[in-house]
């Protein structure tokens, strides 16, 4: 009998598998068939439908007594979701399948020895990939933080799901031919489940779609709503993600409205304090093109305040790399926990991770813990059982990758940003507002990390790059066709 059993289960082992190498290269197939911007949506929509159906598929219940943070200004009284056997495997299948069939893409697409991947056609002109400067330093960004303190770092560790990002988006990238406009439809269709799934959340479940007695800013709300998503401060961010593409190709008539008004009806209702600052840089992104672009001619975009603007961004990270090494070899000369009130300002007791995450990097200046800082075995340690990062994605790279962490960091924010910069004609100022998205996440959290596929802040890293990357293409094919 048992030997029945376990040769049902080999054969239901191999059928399973057959079916997945089946369903790949079909899968595959079908949509290379039908270009590059239909493989490139498929993408987006995997990750996103597994992330709403891996919280929807959980167990949310709102707990009786609430847990406060060491330090921090207010208790957490939100909804617990555990994870469910349904949630859990499709959150595992979900993300084999997605990086299998990206790595389907990223090995035969790729022409890793054809120089046509690296330029575009324009009649009978080649000329190099304008993208291929932002993968570029998206891959050294990788091997700087990943793999080297995988390698050097405190305590080295192969985290393998830290390459799936790069067979993602490099996928992504090996698929060029893509109408950004197509791709910005699928992913507000995308956007449009979350947020009106949320919405209907809220008033058929009201009881576990909110945090109740949350104290925010808005006076006389004292709810937060979580919606279909695993926290507030990933629904708010996804809200303005919606609203800001929609404001690059805006849905007609009265549907369109409503989609504005449910987006902003989310975004106020998530209390996300990140979010509503990202939503106000996001605007005053909109709002220095449109005044850099009104001084510049009609085709040429007044660059001086955006590029004081990009040297602030990202002389903040780099205030931080000089000043916590100043405060390691002079010792005293600069702690920004020295004076604080645990009871004033800790946002939510970041403080104290910030500060066990910078006494942690500097037992090893280079290279940092490695990939495991964080973890469970780590963040036992001090007590904190539901700590997972740092909070702040410069201290996060340092403490996790170091100073060479922190430049692979830095390198692909300012690629990004220059990015950004570059497409805001043809934009309308869209692109800046697009990256001020994760850009004014890296306070508070680390949306440039990625080690979990099935997650908002991976989509959204992964529209930021694909839309930029596009947009780049697009912008060189328009200024050559204009000199044709």
Not at 52 to 72: C, D, K, N, Q, S
Not at 78 to 94: C, Q
Request: glycine letters at 8%; aromatic letters at 14%; hydrophobic letters at 50%.
């Amino acid at each position: 009998m048992t030997a029945i059993f376990y040769a049902l289960l080999c054969f239901a082992v191999l059928l399973a598998t057959l079916c997945i190498i089946v369903g790949l290269f079909a899968t595959y197939r079908h949509y290379t068939l039908q270009g590059d911007g239909y493989f490139v949506a498929s993408l987006l929509w995997l990750i996103g439908i597994s992330a709403i159906l891996v919280v929807v598929l959980a167990h949310r219940e709102y707990p009786a007594m609430a847990i406060t943070l060491p330090g921090a200004m207010e208790d957490s009284g939100a909804p617990e979701e555990t994870p469910t056997f349904l949630s859990s495997s499709l959150g595992r299948f979900s993300s084999i399948f997605i990086v299998l069939l990206a790595a389907i893409r990223f090995i035969v697409g790729g022409h890793f020895f054809r120089s046509s991947t690296s330029s575009l056609r324009i009649g009978e002109i080649k000329k190099m990939d304008p993208a291929q400067l932002l993968f570029t330093t998206f891959f050294i960004y990788f091997v700087f933080y990943g793999v080297l303190s995988s390698i050097a770092g405190t305590k080295p560790a192969l985290v393998h799901w830290m390459f799936y990002p790069v067979i993602i988006i490099g996928a992504a990238f090996f698929s060029p031919s893509y109408d950004t406009r197509f791709l910005v439809k699928h992913i507000k269709w995308i956007l449009l489940i979350l947020i009106y799934g949320s919405l209907s959340e809220a008033l058929v479940f009201p009881k576990t779609a909110f945090e109740h007695g949350y104290v925010g800013i808005i006076p006389g709300l004292s709810l937060r709503l979580y919606g279909f998503s695993e926290h507030p401060n990933t629904l708010g961010p996804v809200a303005l993600l919606f609203l800001v593409l929609d404001y690059f190709s805006p849905s007609p008539g009265k549907v369109g409205l409503l989609h504005k008004i449910a987006a902003i009806a989310v975004l106020l209702l998530a209390q996300s304090k990140t979010a509503y600052i990202g939503s106000s840089l996001a605007l005053l992104a909109v709002l220095v093109y449109r005044s850099t672009a009104n001084q510049g001619s009609k085709n040429k975009l007044y660059l001086p305040p955006l590029g004081f603007l990009t040297v602030l961004i990202l002389g903040a990270g780099g205030i931080v790399l000089t000043l916590s090494v100043l405060n390691f070899f002079g010792k005293d000369f600069f702690n920004p926990f020295s004076d604080v009130d645990a009871k004033n300002i800790t946002f939510t007791g970041r403080t104290l991770i910030w500060e066990i995450t910078l006494d942690t990097w500097k037992e090893n200046l280079l290279f940092g813990y490695g990939p495991e800082l964080w973890y469970p075995e780590f963040r036992a340690k001090y007590g904190l059982p539901v700590v997972g990062q740092a909070h702040n994605q410069f201290i996060q790279a340092l403490g996790e990758a170091g100073i060479f962490g922190m430049i692979g960091l830095l390198l692909y924010l300012f690629a990004l940003l220059h990015a950004a910069i570059v497409t805001a004609g043809i934009t309308r100022g869209a692109s800046l507002a697009l990256l001020v998205v994760p850009l004014s996440r890296t306070f508070t959290e680390t949306p440039f990390r990625n080690f979990v596929i099935n997650d908002w802040a991976f989509f959204t890293h992964l529209v930021v790059f694909c839309l930029l990357a596009g947009w780049l293409r697009e912008k060189a094919l328009v200024t050559k066709g204009q000199m044709l």
